[in-house]
């Protein structure tokens, strides 16, 4: 036990309040202002040996533009930033997003009442946000060069009660899985919504058509038990060269979708897709631009009934809005979204649109979004050239 996190507690929660140092007793770790990240253990945590750090990329972006100056990346600043975030805290949670990421470790020990399923050794990938995660770095980040997302570290971190783990699938490197996790909730959720409509629901409050069991996935998937409908909902993705974007993608396909519509910021991205079949049509387009982005996109064919908002920048909200059909939904996934400029914007623009935030957990995401790469080879590659970035 820690009795020191929270001087009232007797027993640990579930979900991990007992961590909470600031303020204590009134907030969930992922509000909470500093975490408890000891090593010692409540009876049903989990305490996993840090590999690497996977930044979230709005968090990442815009940390890496806090600290350019006159265009040079000072990597210096930017790893003392995240180290002392992560020191001040004790989890990594970005002050200006309020995000985090994910990381991949090892077990190293397993709290006698912990119901995560995870034994001493195994290495995994964590499913829930670093933002919320109680966690101490031993190396100062010395190897990471503070140009990317992955960051390489010693440490420990926490695992809570309720908390989501994946242990590492052994057909794939560390970093392909490591990047197919950190977004497996986008093309879940996305897989789910398009069905809702192409299943002939009324949009996503129909009944959802599950993801796939484990056991299902190895024979195939949902996708292989029957034939999607000859006409699905048009699916608009912005951003969709990137990681979250092509998984998307490619689940709506899965789903049923009957056109799908991406659009990316440059002649790059768009020769990257175009490589693919991931897309019919690809749009290049500021997704920032209101009245850009909704002429583009009319003129490959949308309105969309569906628009996955994937793209890590600030200001896509309206755009988005205006890309939609009436009636149709948009599905953001950015932690660069502005939730309050989402709501006030479909107001005034009379946008009789739902509106979903991508929480990053549907039940079977992990699995799911494994099992795409695995029988993608489109989205396969393009996650094996970002490796190579």
């Known amino acids: 036990m820690n009795p020191e996190a929270d001087a009232t507690a007797t027993e640990s929660s579930p979900v991990g309040i007992h961590r909470v140092l600031e303020p204590v007793g009134s907030?969930?770790?992922?509000?909470?202002?500093?975490?408890?990240?000891?090593?010692?253990?409540w009876p049903d945590e989990v305490r996993i040996d840090v590999e690497t750090?996977?930044?979230?990329?709005?968090?990442?972006?815009?940390?890496?533009?806090?600290?350019?100056?006159?265009?040079?990346?000072?990597?210096?600043?930017?790893?003392?930033?995240?180290?002392?975030?992560?020191a001040t805290r004790g989890k990594m949670q970005n002050p200006v997003t309020g995000s985090g990421g994910m990381l991949i470790?090892?077990?190293?020990?397993?709290?006698?009442?912990?119901?995560?399923?995870?034994s001493v050794g195994d290495r995994v990938a964590t499913l829930v946000s670093l933002s919320l995660t109680p966690l101490v770095i031993t190396d100062a980040l010395a190897r990471w060069d503070g140009r990317e997302e992955r960051v390489p570290a010693d440490g420990h971190a926490i695992l809570f009660g309720r908390s989501i783990a994946a242990v590492l699938p052994g057909d794939l490197a560390p970093e392909f899985a490591l990047m197919v996790m950190d977004v497996c909730g986008a093309p879940a959720l996305v897989r789910r919504v398009v069905g809702t409509y192409a299943g002939g629901g009324a949009g996503p409050f129909g009944r959802p058509e599950p993801i796939d069991s484990p056991d299902e996935l190895a024979h195939g998937g949902a996708s292989m038990r029957a034939e999607a409908p000859p006409a699905g909902p048009t699916v608009l993705v912005l951003g969709g060269?990137?990681?979250s974007g092509s998984l998307a993608l490619a689940a709506a396909a899965d789903a049923g979708a009957?056109?799908?519509?991406?659009?990316v910021p440059n002649q790059l991205e768009a020769d990257r897709l175009r490589a693919t079949e991931l897309a019919d049509e690809i749009v290049i387009a500021d997704a920032r631009s209101p009245l850009g982005l909704a002429t583009a996109v009319e003129a490959a064919g949308g309105p969309a009934d569906i628009t996955v908002v994937c793209v890590d920048v600030p200001g896509c909200e309206q755009p988005a809005l205006l890309s939609t059909a009436q009636g149709g939904t948009v599905i953001f996934f950015s932690m660069a979204?502005?939730?309050?400029a989402a709501?006030?914007?479909?107001?005034?623009?009379?946008?009789?649109?739902?509106?979903?935030?991508?929480?990053?957990?549907?039940?079977?995401?992990?699995?799911?979004?494994?099992?795409?790469?695995?029988?993608?080879?489109?989205?396969r590659a393009l996650f094996e050239a970002r490796l190579t970035l």
């Open 105 to 118: 470790g090892t077990v190293a020990e397993v709290g006698p009442q912990s119901t995560l399923g995870l």
């Open 343 to 379: 709501a006030l914007g479909a107001e005034g623009l009379a946008a009789d649109v739902t509106m979903l935030v991508g929480n990053g957990y549907v039940p079977g995401h992990a699995a799911y979004a494994l099992d795409l790469v695995r029988r993608n080879a489109d989205v």
């Open 337 to 340: 979204t502005n939730f309050a």
């Open 53 to 86: 750090l996977n930044l979230d990329a709005a968090s990442y972006r815009q940390l890496a533009e806090a600290n350019t100056v006159n265009g040079v990346l000072d990597t210096d600043a930017l790893r003392d930033q995240v180290l002392d975030i992560i």
């Open 258 to 263: 009957g056109r799908r519509i991406a659009v």
């Open 241 to 243: 060269a990137g990681k």
């Open 27 to 41: 907030a969930l770790p992922q509000a909470a202002r500093r975490l408890d990240a000891r090593p010692e253990l």
